[in-house]
């Protein structure tokens, strides 16, 4: 694996969580249901990121699953979304 997946791994998580941290605080004060929808899948994503760098940087002789478990938290993050835009929209 190339030495530097790691760092990007672990950018991309921090990066997920600051931009779910960011819709999140501002659907506090503006209450958009789109800033929640969208804050929920972006934390999702992170989760999603999170469990990417477990199993190719921690545990990469380990198998638990890993691909399974990405697919489904990538599936429900991108479900919330799209939940969240079909609702906005009606």
Request: aromatic letters at 14%.
């Amino acid at each position: 694996m190339n030495e530097f997946a790691d760092v990007v791994y672990c950018l991309c998580a921090l990066m997920s969580i600051l931009c779910g941290w960011l819709l999140l605080r501002r659907y506090k004060q503006s209450r958009s249901r789109l800033l929640l929808w969208s804050g929920l899948a972006f934390l999702g994503l992170s989760v999603d990121n999170l469990l990417l760098f477990v199993d190719a940087i921690v545990l990469p002789n380990v198998d638990f699953s890993g691909e399974f478990w990405r697919n489904a938290v990538g599936a429900i993050s991108g479900s919330l979304l799209l939940f969240g835009l079909i609702w906005e929209v009606m």
